[in-house]
């Protein structure tokens, strides 16, 4: 009988402590449950976001693409003729000079330039 007490002791002992952990992996596994939740709602918001973004940006290249279209179909764009002013300046040539396709940062320097010009003109 007294084996068997000590036994079912031992057995009781076994199994309070089995019970502590079991509740401690329970209150775990519940915790990374929440995290991982977390992480799925974060990654379903991000993919929401992305879709947009394509979305969004299909309809821009959707208007750009109609737009570069609609200018290919236009007719092209012919100089008009400039008058002479009198003191061998093609205006006609300055037009052409002054409206290249030079990067918008010379865009200043070219008025500036152009203004001069014509300041120069005036004094004439």
């Known amino acids: ?9 031992l057995l009781k002992k076994i199994s309070s402590e089995l019970d502590v952990r079991g509740q401690e992996d329970e209150k ?19 993919h929401r976001t992305v879709v947009g973004l394509v979305e969004d940006h299909k309809e821009i290249i959707d208007r750009h693409t109609k ?21 061998g300046l093609d ?10 396709k030079s990067p918008p940062d ?3 320097n070219r008025i500036e330039a152009l ?6 003109l005036s004094k004439v």
């Open 106 to 108: 010379n865009t200043i």
């Open 67 to 87: 737009e570069i279209e609609e200018l290919k179909n236009k007719p092209a764009f012919e100089m008009p003729e400039m008058p002479d002013v009198g003191d």
């Open 115 to 120: 203004e001069k010009l014509v300041a120069d």
């Open 91 to 100: 205006m006609g040539q300055l037009m052409k000079i002054f409206a290249s």
């Open 1 to 9: 009988m007294a084996a068997n007490a000590f036994e079912i002791a």
């Open 28 to 46: 775990k596994t519940s915790e990374l449950n929440v995290t991982v939740e977390n992480l799925n709602m974060n990654v379903s918001m991000q």
